[in-house]
DNA sequence: CGAGTGTTTGACTGTTCTCAAATGTCGTGG
DNA sequence: CCACGACATTTGAGAACAGTCAAACACTCG
């Protein structure tokens, strides 16, 4: 459990270090963070549209989402969420929570006091400013699925979301070079993603298989062909605003 | 048009100050930006995916819109911009463009050199604090979309992007306190931000309009029952993290 | 083995898209 | 003033897409 928040701060860390590298100082700041950890069910909610947290959560294990609900009880999933995310970010500066967060998987969550980030951030401004790209690149996630909800075919959406999903989870170290993944959650929540219902989900997800495009198996996941998934997707990493130095895979020209 | 750029400024800062009061100080600074101002017509681009911007727009008069668009060529309106608006704001953080800003009207715009913002936000981190914040109700509006877009009907879709427009334009002073405004784009515009096909949101504007839930016509928009409409497209405006402060205390609207 | 959860299938309904054409509006130039 | 083109809105009809409901099947865990 202790491994787990050194390791999920670790990967903070790095992901802060997508555009310039943190000083030794800023570095020893974020890994000092106070945090409580604590535990939740697939399923449970970690927090509420309209609460006032107190706390930012960082994810240590597991998933989680964030989402909406209509009146009419349907629900959308608005991100998902791994290790070295925080969610609830925003909760700093926008105080009362506009959207829901609960675990998506048996989850591990250490949480961050919002008197010490602000502190962190005073302290240290370049700190403030890694964290304030880190929501910027949620927004620009949120741009990549309001395009693929609004003008792609439910096929190439779901292929769409697949990529995104290899590509953080690969950028965080979940992924292997073959681009094999664990994706633990069941069609029901992919639907509530893609805005889709749960039987097209299945038909389509049978249509994305029978293509050789992925394979899906009790949560785990492969791409037969990366180069054929992300072309037929369209998928452009760019807008994940990975930098270069992630050297992993995600832009080898090998393919294409 | 010096008198927009000072105006637009203005509007700049009273959103800013949406949760704190800035300081005289802090207040004189944004309104000393040195702001080259441009004038663009609808249809033209301001910056392109994949640009590299050294200014930031700020909106003085019009609309604008961020959008992405499919291989196959269909354009994904991503929001909508008026006075007072920063669109690319982030790429100060995310240098490299990851979707395009186009005007949708005859527009205004002020440029802000990045490198004089950059140095606005280290000798004032409260100014950046409140940027911060600004880019954060962005997103907040990205997720209310994906909402819209994933879970509710064309009908209700298009009835909250009315609430939405409204509320928005009322909270820089361009609508009247009977919600009068004025939508100066066109139905393919509208289509391209809800993700329908021209010919549907045709015909769902004709049920909104003989539900008498709307009014549109040549440009001026209404909203004869707001409770009505309101209620039915389940509209509730803290996502847009308006502050209590600005209920409907209106200038008279005299604007574009 | 049986309960619970998740996946798959079938049949049917309804929404939304596409294509194509008609109508309306506005500004320009003859 | 009228004719014209450019653009925007409206209409119709058929096809494609995605949703609902309901049931069957598979897998896991106690």
Redesign the interface.
């Known amino acids: 459990m202790e491994n787990r928040l050194v390791d999920c701060l670790r990967t903070l860390v790095c992901k802060l270090e997508a ?1 310039t590298k943190l000083t030794a100082n800023e570095e020893q700041t974020i890994q000092g963070l106070p945090a409580m950890t604590r535990g939740f069910q697939a399923g449970q909610a970690i927090a509420l549209e ?1 609460e006032r947290p107190e706390f930012c959560a960082l994810i240590a294990s597991g998933w989680a989402c ?1 989402y ?1 609900v ?2 009419a009880g ?3 999933i ?1 991100s998902f969420h791994f290790a070295g995310d925080i969610p609830d970010l ?1 909760s700093l ?2 105080p ?1 929570l ?2 829901s967060l609960m675990a998506l998987t048996s989850l591990e969550v250490a949480f961050l006091p919002h008197d010490r980030l602000n502190a962190v ?2 302290a240290h ?1 370049r700190l ?2 890694a964290f ?2 880190d ?6 996630i ?6 693929c ?4 075919p439910a096929l190439q959406q779901m292929a769409h979301l697949f990529c995104e999903i290899v590509a953080r989870l690969d950028a965080v170290g979940l992924a292997t070079i073959q681009r094999e993944c664990i994706i633990p959650i069941p069609q029901t929540d992919l639907a ?1 993603a ?2 889709m219902s749960a039987v097209h989900v299945n038909r389509t997800l049978q249509d994305l298989r029978s293509h050789g495009l992925i394979s899906w198996n009790r949560g785990n996941f492969s791409v037969p062909d990366w180069a054929a998934l992300s072309s037929f997707a ?1 998928f452009d990493p ?2 994940l ?1 990975l930098e270069p130095k992630r050297s992993s895979q995600l832009v080898p020209a090998s393919q294409t």
């Open positions: 555009v309209g964030r909406k209509t009146e349907s629900r959308q608005l925003q500066l926008l009362k506009d959207h951030f005073e401004p403030a400013r304030w790209r929501t910027l690149v949620d927004a620009s949120y741009r990549q699925w309001l395009l909800m609004g003008r792609l509530d893609l805005g369209e760019a807008y605003h």
